[in-house]
C-alpha cells in the first residue's frame, strides 16, 4: 500500500541525519554506528523508490523527497515524544512542576512555600519563575499560574480571586502623607508591568477614582512588579500595589494601605493545567492549598473600598 509506513526507526534515523545534515552526528545521537544509520536510510530510500539524500564527498544534502519529508518528521518524533511524556506523568504521584511569573513568585508562592512543604512531604515540588507562554506538553510543565483576562481554551482554567490596586507604604510614609491629596507631592513608584490594563489601572486612574483630578505623575518606574514593590519596602515611596503581590506584607502590618480605596480590574490570576489533570493529587493539593491560603488572607480585602476600573472617569 503506498500509504503504508515504513519501519520508525529508519524513519528515526532519517529524521536525526536530516536535522544535522550529517551521518556522523546522528548516529552519535542516537547511539548507532554510522553503517547501522546509513543502512536504515537506505532501506528507507528503498522503501520510497527514491534518494532522500546527495552524498556529497565530505558532507550531505537533501533531495526534494528529503526536503518533503523532513519537516513532517520531526513534528511528528516531537509529537509522539510530547505524547510520551504526558503519558508516563499520569504514574507519578510526587513530582509537580508550577511556573508562575517573578513576581508572583517572589512575593506569594517563596513567603509560603514552607507551609506546602510541611503539609505536603511527599510531593516533590519544582519552580520554573517565567512570563513566557508554556505548552504544558512540550515544557513539562504540570500548573500555570498566570495573571491577565484569559480566556484559556482546551485547558483547565480556575479563577484565584478578585484582583485590585491601591497604594501601599511603609507605616513612616504614611504619617508623612496622611491624604490622597497629599500623595501629589510623595515620591511614587510606577509598576509599568500593569500597562496591558484595559481600563488603566495606573496613577492617574486612582486619582480620579478618589476625586483628584490631576496630570499623570511621574516618578520612578519599573519593568517588575516585585522590583517595585521592593522599593516601597525600603521607604523610597508610595507604589500602586496588586492584591496578590502586596496582601501578605499588608496582613503582616510592613506595608499599610492607608486611603482604603482601590480599583479592581476584570484580569486576574489563574490556575491552569491541562484539561483533566486537575484530579491528579499533587495537582489538586496544590490548587487548594493555594485556595485555601487565598482565604487567609480575605479580611483584607473586606477593609477596602473597591471601585471597578471600568466606572472611573476617563481622563479629560
Not at 523508490?49 to 523527497?65: M, S, W, Y
Not at 512575593?107 to 517565567?130: G, M
Not at 496622611?178 to 509598576?191: N, Q, V
Amino acid at each position: 500500500m503506498a500509504d503504508r509506513l515504513p519501519p520508525l526507526t529508519a524513519l528515526r534515523a532519517f529524521e536525526a541525519a536530516a536535522r544535522h545534515l550529517s551521518f556522523a552526528r546522528a548516529a552519535e545521537e542516537l547511539n548507532v554506528t554510522p553503517a547501522a544509520l546509513s543502512f536504515q536510510i537506505k532501506s528507507l530510500e528503498q522503501h520510497l523508490g527514491q534518494p532522500l539524500f546527495h552524498r556529497l564527498n565530505r558532507a550531505v544534502d537533501l533531495t526534494e523527497a528529503g526536503r518533503t519529508l523532513a519537516p513532517g518528521a520531526t513534528d511528528g518524533f516531537q509529537m509522539l515524544a510530547s505524547a510520551w511524556r504526558s503519558t508516563t506523568r499520569l504514574n507519578d504521584k510526587r513530582g509537580l512542576v508550577v511556573t508562575a511569573g517573578p513576581a508572583l513568585t517572589a512575593k506569594w508562592l517563596a513567603p509560603r512555600l514552607y507551609n506546602f512543604a510541611q503539609a505536603h512531604p511527599d510531593i516533590d515540588l519544582r519552580f520554573s519563575a517565567s512570563l513566557r507562554f508554556m505548552d504544558f506538553e512540550r515544557d513539562d510543565i504540570d500548573v500555570a499560574i498566570r495573571f491577565g483576562y484569559g480566556p484559556d481554551p482546551g485547558l483547565y482554567s480556575l479563577k484565584l480571586a478578585e484582583e485590585w490596586l491601591t497604594p501601599v507604604m511603609i507605616p513612616e510614609l504614611a504619617d508623612r502623607y496622611p491624604t490622597p491629596e497629599s500623595l501629589l507631592g510623595a515620591p511614587l513608584l510606577i509598576d509599568d508591568s500593569i500597562d496591558f490594563l484595559d481600563p488603566p489601572c495606573d496613577w492617574a486612574a486612582w486619582f480620579r477614582a478618589v476625586g483628584i483630578a490631576s496630570p499623570p505623575p511621574t516618578g520612578l518606574r519599573f519593568s517588575q512588579a516585585d522590583h517595585a514593590i521592593d522599593a516601597a519596602m525600603t521607604g523610597v515611596g508610595v507604589v500602586l500595589g496588586r492584591r496578590a503581590l502586596v496582601i501578605k506584607d499588608l496582613a503582616e502590618g510592613r506595608l499599610v494601605a492607608p486611603y482604603g480605596v482601590a480599583l479592581t480590574t476584570t484580569a486576574h490570576f489563574r490556575f491552569l493545567c491541562q484539561t483533566g489533570a486537575e484530579t491528579r493529587p499533587q495537582i489538586r493539593a496544590f490548587r487548594d492549598w493555594m485556595l485555601h491560603e487565598v482565604r487567609k488572607t480575605a479580611s483584607v480585602s473586606e477593609t477596602l473600598t473597591l471601585i471597578p476600573a471600568e466606572s472611573v472617569p476617563p481622563a479629560p
